[in-house]
């Protein structure tokens, strides 16, 4: 069966500082991935999404970055924090077969003091 | 363009008694249909999906959704709500006619179930 991992569980950063968010999935080949943000336990915002390796799309303009190094491993980074990006991120993978739907990961919790 | 609505913040229901958790949509196309859960600090969880055929569909934990052309609405619904079930509530869409992967959420549905 398909899992899906992400780390860290929790991180506290100070403003300016740089952020790596990683996200792996097992069991499954060629995966579609994204990282969303979920601000104040309610809505859900796309950030990223990935068809394959190299293959970013960037749906919101922002201080955060993507990158897909390997088919099943997805890194969400930011060389500077800012305060605004505190949230919860929450990785996701889809397959690309034809199901649609997608499964999430436990999130990573990131508070920018 | 795509998007989805779920027009109550808040749900509550006595438990033993049945739940509904409404959701409109609104895509050009035909749409793909999903709801999920989330419980607090934890990731969503997949609970069922409308692709095509038979307009009810059921999925985990005794839950079942309908799909309804008409009214574009895909209500979450469980004839006999549990305690267990509080939690938020996630209704999403994708417009299977357009390109790209990307699913459009909701703003979620809080469900509290008391006993």
């Known amino acids: 069966s398909q899992t899906i991992h992400q780390w860290p569980a929790t991180l506290v950063q100070p403003v300016g500082s740089p952020l790596s968010l990683e996200c792996t999935v097992e069991g499954t080949s060629n995966p579609n991935l994204y990282w969303y943000r979920q601000a104040a336990g309610r809505g859900l915002q796309l950030l990223f999404y990935s068809v394959g390796i190299g293959q970013i799309s960037s749906e919101v303009p922002q201080n955060l970055s993507a990158s897909r190094p390997q088919d099943r491993q997805f890194i969400l980074s930011s060389k500077k924090l800012l305060l605004s990006d505190s949230g919860f991120y929450l990785c996701?993978?889809?397959?690309?077969?034809?199901?649609?739907?997608?499964?999430f990961g436990p999130g990573t919790r990131l508070t920018v003091t | 363009a795509q998007s989805v609505a779920q027009p109550e913040d808040q749900v509550n229901v006595a438990e033993g008694n049945p739940l509904t958790v409404k959701c409109t949509y609104s895509v050009s196309g035909n749409p793909y249909l999903f709801w999920y859960v989330q419980y607090p600090n934890r990731g969503l969880q997949f609970l069922l999906k409308y692709i095509t055929g038979d307009n009810l569909v059921k999925g985990s934990y005794g839950f079942e959704a309908e799909f309804n052309k008409s009214q574009t609405s895909f209500h979450l619904k469980k004839p006999s709500a549990l305690v267990s079930d509080s939690a938020l509530y996630f209704c999403a869409v994708r417009d299977r006619d357009q390109a790209g992967t990307a699913l459009i959420f909701g703003k979620g549905t809080t469900l509290s179930v008391s006993s």
């Open positions: 996701a993978w889809s397959g690309n077969s034809g199901r649609y739907e997608q499964y």
